[in-house]
């Protein structure tokens, strides 16, 4: 290689280092935008009191985790489809991050949604259809990253991922409908068209701003993990690759 | 090469995780050649014959079985293999003929039954053929599995160490068969531990070593003893 | 994927030899690749018939499971009908899983999963024989179990809406278990990550079954349980269909 193209090389890679660093440095303002307006900036909710009120609170972190999970989910499963496709590891790449920081987020809506759930429903679990659903994807998750590890060969890690978790996200509207077809007490907040409904709460104009600051800080705080921890796993799988080729 | 070369193996490369075992395989089998394959335990006897099968996948080279790239059609050549193993690929509960049928069935023969018959008589199990494999000895089930190896007649066939555990009956037979098959237009690849075998069975002996294919030899001019000399100079050599 | 038997010139000349040559039938079709998904059937089948490894393991564990279920739940379940719909599903997912681990186990304990990927066989139709073979044991083990619950319950599961819903759900059940199943059979640990994949994906099929068996028991109508046996049906064409398309790249490179 030439000085020349190595020098270029060098700055395309500084280009994405620099548009990788201002992403982070969103993700931190956003992040801490969001915590002074969900405990600062927010309005009490009119028709709570008491603990429910103070519970109230969690719900920004609690939507903001489940977005990240369903973008997890969703950046899995477009990577197992293509990576069979197309035989392409980044693909197996993003399947895995995408699961991995899914499954973070994915915790992090059941904990917050438990906290929430004490004061409000008055206990720490219920098999409503949401709660079933999350919880059963991440112990799909989980299961995948297990099963992932099991297996030494690369190429076979990566398909054997992927028809896993094909089968698996495709159960998952089934598990959601059964589960609502069994039982429902979740509230619906933002169309309140459930009358089983219990823990619903009006929005005011504070609120409707902070949530969407909270959209705006957990879909950043989602793509630095997932671009941080893809590229950590090309990183892995490259220096296997030249770990093999020096012996 | 010969031109009527019908396993035909090129710059055959293939590593596990990051040991390379076979490095650079060249290979021809021609019509009505039985050839021996020699080398020590680990040398990649096992997994050349495999990948010469189908059932593993080069990391790189060209493998042709009678012409036709067995990357490209696979799935079409898998009915001209015969394939044994250390493994004899029997179902133990089941008797010699229905093992039989089981595989007649699968390679959809046209009169499964009495192709059978002549497979069984040919290695002597006819009066033993409704006899769980599980009773059989170590000799009988190797038979069984070359039985079950030719039974659809194909014209290449892969031997994998076929001679491990046989009695000097079973093995005389083992050799009276793959002389009448060799004569018969297959092509034949085995390989085995024994060199004096190696010698008698083959037309020529092919040593494996450091994941190349480090002498070819006819057998013509050859002996066991000569062979283990061969076979302790390559085995010096890097 | 194709359901025909490959028809072609052979590009290897045929032997002459004095063992007779075989000739092969390449045409039939679908006709062919049901002979040979019932071939592949008959012979699991007849292997456990004589080995009788798998089924009796599956029906010992499950009786085992009902009775351990009856003793548990006796004194603090005031109705025994409040538990018998989930304790039948959950012995039968439970119970499934030792079938199941050994469906390609037992063929790559053996070796012999080589001789059936050598044979010119499209690889669904080993699914096929596997699932019609998986589902006879499943259903002979659900043969004792229902008569067990009805004795230690005191809860009779003979309807026919039930054991409409009994087949439904184990066809769902061995479709996908028989995939995961050879997901599996060559990793590590292959025993204890068959139920950990498998569990999850199973949720619906669970919830449906034990939906439907509740219902039934409480003398619901058709119109109200009906939604049951939908879930169980669009389970069973999705996963079947999907099956069968991604099969045959579990064993692309062995």
Not at chain 1, 199 to 205: E, H, P, R, S, T
Request: glycine share 8%; proline share 4%.
């Amino acid at each position: 290689m030439t000085t020349a193209a190595m020098t270029r090389r060098r700055a395309a890679t500084g280009g994405w280092e620099v548009a990788l660093l201002a992403l982070n440095v969103a993700t931190v303002i956003a992040m801490a935008a969001l915590v002074w307006a969900s405990l600062l900036y927010a309005k009490p909710a009119i028709n709570l009191s008491g603990d429910e009120q103070t519970a109230q609170r969690i719900f920004y972190l609690h939507m903001g985790c489940n977005i990240g999970a369903l973008a997890g989910f969703i950046v899995s499963l477009t990577g197992s489809i293509v990576y069979l496709l197309t035989r392409d590891l980044d693909w197996d790449r993003a399947t895995q991050a995408g699961i991995e920081v899914g499954t973070i987020f994915g915790l992090g809506t059941i904990v917050t949604g438990i906290f929430w759930a004490k004061p409000t429903w008055n206990t720490y679990w219920t098999w409503d259809p949401r709660l079933t659903t999350a919880t059963i994807t991440v112990l799909l998750y989980i299961a995948y990253l297990l099963f992932r590890n099991g297996i030494d060969n690369r190429q076979t890690r990566a398909r054997f991922g992927s028809i896993y978790a094909l089968f698996a996200f495709l159960s998952l509207p089934l598990t959601y409908y059964s589960a609502r077809w069994f039982r429902s007490i979740h509230p619906v907040v933002f169309s309140g068209d459930n009358p089983e409904a219990q823990g619903g709460f009006a929005l005011g104009a504070t609120m409707t701003q902070t949530l969407f600051i909270a959209a705006i800080a957990f879909s950043l705080l989602f793509s630095s993990l997932m671009i941080m921890r893809w590229r950590i796993l090309r990183l892995e799988d490259r220096a296997a690759e030249l770990r093999e080729e020096i012996e | 090469m010969t031109d009527a070369a019908l396993i035909s193996v090129r710059d055959l490369h293939k590593r596990f995780g990051r040991k390379p075992v076979l490095r650079g395989i060249d290979l021809d089998v021609a019509q009505g050649e039985v050839v021996a394959l020699v080398g020590a335990n680990g040398a990649g006897k096992t997994t050349l014959m495999r990948m010469i099968c189908g059932l593993a996948k080069p990391d790189r080279g060209e493998i042709s079985l009678g012409g036709a790239s067995l990357q490209r059609a696979g799935r079409e050549l898998r009915r001209y293999i015969g394939l044994v193993t250390h493994a004899p690929l029997l179902y133990d509960s089941l008797s010699a003929q229905e093992n039989l049928r089981f595989f007649a069935a699968l390679y959809d023969l046209d009169q499964p039954e009495e192709r059978i018959e002549s497979v069984l008589h040919a290695v002597e199990l006819w009066a033993r053929r409704r006899d769980p494999v599980r009773t059989y000895s170590r000799g009988m089930v190797q038979r069984l599995a070359i039985a079950r190896a030719v039974l659809h007649s194909p014209p290449v066939l892969l031997l994998d160490e076929p001679d491990t555990g046989l009695d000097q009956s079973s093995s005389q037979m083992l050799h009276d068969l793959i002389r009448r098959l060799g004569a018969s237009n297959r092509a034949i690849l085995l390989s085995t531990h024994n060199l004096d075998r190696a010698v008698e069975w083959a037309d020529s002996v092919c040593l494996l070593g450091n994941g190349k294919i480090v002498r070819r030899e006819p057998t013509g001019q050859l002996n066991g003893e000569r062979l283990r000399q061969i076979y302790a100079e390559a085995d010096g050599t890097p | 994927m194709t359901l025909t038997a490959p028809s072609h010139n052979p590009p290897l000349s045929g032997p002459q030899t004095d063992l007779q040559p075989a000739s092969m039938r390449t045409e039939g079709g679908w006709r062919a690749y049901l002979r040979k998904v019932a071939a592949i059937a008959a012979k699991d089948l007849r292997a456990e018939a004589r080995a009788k490894e798998n089924l009796s393991a599956m029906i010992a564990f499950s009786v085992l499971a009902v009775v351990v279920f009856g003793l548990a739940f006796d004194l603090r379940v005031p109705r025994a009908d409040m538990v018998a719909p989930g304790v039948l599903w959950v012995v039968l997912l439970f119970a499934g899983v030792l079938g199941l681990n050994r469906v390609f186990g037992a063929e790559v304990d053996r070796g012999s999963l080589s001789a059936l990927l050598l044979a010119p066989v499209d690889r669904s139709a080993i699914y096929f024989g596997k699932v019609i073979a998986q589902m006879a044991f499943m259903l002979a083990m659900e043969a004792f179990v229902v008569p067990i619950v009805l004795v230690i319950f005191d809860v009779n599961l003979f309807s026919p809406w039930i054991l409409a819903g009994l087949l439904l759900g184990t066809l769902g059940y061995v479709s996908v278990g028989t995939l995961f199943a050879a997901l599996t059979a060559s990793t590590r640990a292959r025993e204890t990550m068959l139920p950990i994949l498998l569990l999850p994906v199973m949720v619906p099929i669970f919830v449906a079954g034990v939906g439907l068996t509740a219902n039934i028991l409480d003398g619901r109508e058709f119109t109200e349980f009906g939604r049951w046996f939908l879930i169980l049906a669009v389970y069973d064409l999705v996963f079947i269909t999907i099956a069968f398309l991604i099969f045959d790249l579990i064993w692309e490179d062995a």
